[in-house]
């Protein structure tokens, strides 16, 4: 036993299950606010940067989604905690040549913005479901740009509904809808109305796609009031982002 360890647990488990509660009445919320039916809008925490033992105090709060956005960092993760009743989204930008491996662990990738990324996750996917690696297509979200930023990822809105077209005839993948993140210093009010019209549209070719994930710790709100299916947020559950050397 290692009293100073346990009492470090039982004070972030407080603090976390805190944060938790605090959000999620946050989320109902704006969900009550907007119109919209409770439970449509599901929380992704993301824990990006921060340990295993996070994961393990969210998970017996009750979460069973979780967001990384480096795929060395997941990987570590899905094999050290074992779960077999998580879901593992992949939220940031993805090379191609870590799709093999990201096929292997993630329930859903948020961030495919080109014919060539979505090829390779297909490959992958279908290779990881002949190996028994996986059970089901991989669900992927489209990321569209809401500005003109390559640097931020994101197809262009123009070439959304080809990109759709590509990934809905892939055998290995699932289109499951659409993500996005304001531009920096951009108003959120109009940049998620945005997004929800471009969602609109690609629902009117692709009615299954209907996740939306859009809005994070600063923001969720207005995403909420867009349409948001999913709200991805570090900072207001896990606090301050650990301070790393990657």
């Known amino acids: 036993m290692n009293p100073a360890a346990d009492q ?32 449509s809008v599901r929380l992704l925490p993301v824990t990006k940067f921060f340990p295993a033992a996070d994961v393990e105090i969210l998970h017996g709060l009750g979460r069973r989604e979780f967001g990384e956005s480096r ?22 930008r993805l090379q191609r040549n870590k799709a093999r491996a990201v096929a292997r662990w993630a329930n859903t990738v948020h961030s495919i913005d080109s014919e060539r990324l979505a090829t390779a996750l297909d490959r992958a996917a279908q290779d990881a479901l002949a190996a ?11 990321q569209v740009s809401l500005d003109t ?75 909420v009031e867009h349409g948001s299916t999913c709200v991805r947020v570090g900072t207001a559950l896990m606090g301050a982002r650990p301070i790393t050397s990657a």
């Open 149 to 223: 930023d390559p640097g931020r990822g994101g197809v262009a809105p123009a070439d959304l509904l080809a990109l759709a077209d590509v990934v809905a005839k892939a055998p290995g993948l699932h289109l499951a809808g659409l993500m996005a993140i304001p531009p920096l210093d951009a108003d959120t009010d109009a940049s998620f109305a945005n997004l929800a019209t471009l969602h609109t549209s690609l629902l009117a070719q692709h009615a299954d796609a209907t996740e939306l994930s859009a809005g994070m710790s600063g923001d969720l709100e207005k995403a």
């Open 132 to 142: 028994g690696e996986r059970t089901a297509p991989l669900r992927v979200l489209l």
């Open 8 to 39: 470090q647990t039982t004070t972030r488990t407080a603090e976390l299950g805190a944060r938790l509660d605090g959000l999620l009445s946050r989320i109902d919320v704006a969900v009550t606010a907007a119109g919209r039916p409770p439970g």
């Open 71 to 92: 795929e060395q960092e997941a990987s570590a993760k899905v094999a050290e905690l074992g779960y077999g009743d998580v879901e593992w989204h992949m939220i940031g």
